[in-house]
């Protein structure tokens, strides 16, 4: 079986964008792989200094990946602050990468561009990933397109390692979601945090029902192509046409349909999310802490053996 390892941001509430464009595709593959999920914490100590958000972050994304049905008995999950090897590995990669190859990052550039102060953290951020995809002989790393260029960063890295000190890294392969839905937020352009325009996942009942009734229609069409274009993603074609054909020239009765079928996949979700505690969420982060440092461990000696500081 292959080995497949992503990270996840603990960044905060998920909105329906984030779940049909990467928590549902990842829920129907993983099983087929040998699957570790990583929450990686200490990617985002590059962004959130704040300890109280971070801690809460943390057993809400681990909720989140199990409330929308990945099972952890089949998944290994771990906080990547957990195995230290992690760390112990991206300064042996700084030592051999140059500053004018990390210089290349697009992510570092954005950032800088949005303003978040240039850290020697942010700068080092793909090689941290670099040593998550590694360390544990990774085949496939699930993604989305914004993230492609750090797994080529882990393969060049581990080129590196290998020309210098003999083969040891595997060759890691991003997986791109090719046809990952962009799913339209209320005002038309793709949903996200930063531009205010979500529609919560876990949000309450009112909450949906306030975001979705929120959502910019013109009254130019007959149907209202802002509410059609999230529905499209939630239903057939097929089975809207009928809907939206009742409800021509009445956007609140298409809205209302919308809310109906939002409702029926999130409210069995939410449900399973609050039957959830931390105390559920910090056994899971315990075994799977104890089995990934076990692997991690295993890599790391033959790691420092190869470089010399086994004596
Ligand atoms: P973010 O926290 O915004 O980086 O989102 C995490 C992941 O959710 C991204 O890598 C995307 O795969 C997915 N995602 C976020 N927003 C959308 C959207 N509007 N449509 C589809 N997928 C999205
Ligand atoms: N940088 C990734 C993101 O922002 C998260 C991440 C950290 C990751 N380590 C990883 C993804 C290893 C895949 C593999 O989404």
Known sequence: MQRLLTGLQP??????????????????????????????DYHALTTLKDPVQLRQNILDVVRDYVAVGV???????FQQSEVQAHTELTWIFNT?????????AHAYKDKEARGIERTVGLFD??????????????????????????????????GKFN?????????????IRKDEASVPGTDG??????????????????????????????SSGESPSNVYNIHRLLKSESELAPVYKANKGN?????????????????PMREKRASITDADVKAILKDGGGKARARAEKKMLDVRKKIGVKI
């Open 125 to 158: 951020y793909p090689v941290l990933m670099a040593a998550d995809i590694l360390l544990y002989d990774t085949d496939v790393v699930p993604v989305g397109q914004d993230q492609k260029q750090h797994v080529e960063y882990a393969r060049e890295i581990a």
């Open 71 to 77: 099972d952890p008995k089949k998944a290994l999950i």
């Open 251 to 267: 956007y609140k009765a298409s809205k209302e349909a919308l809310i109906a079928d939002i409702e029926a996949v999130v409210g």
């Open 11 to 40: 960044s905060g509430a998920l909105h329906i964008g984030n779940y049909l464009g990467a928590l549902k595709p990842f829920v129907g593959m993983y099983e087929e792989y040998e699957s570790i999920l990583m929450v990686a």
């Open 96 to 104: 051999l990468i140059t500053m004018s190859f990390l210089e290349l």
């Open 189 to 218: 352009k793709k949903m996200s945090k930063s531009y205010g325009n979500t529609i919560p996942l876990f949000g309450t009942y009112e909450e949906i029902q306030k975001a979705v009734m929120g959502i910019i229609t013109d």
């Open 163 to 175: 020309t210098a000190y003999g083969e040891t890294f595997k060759m890691p392969k991003e997986q």
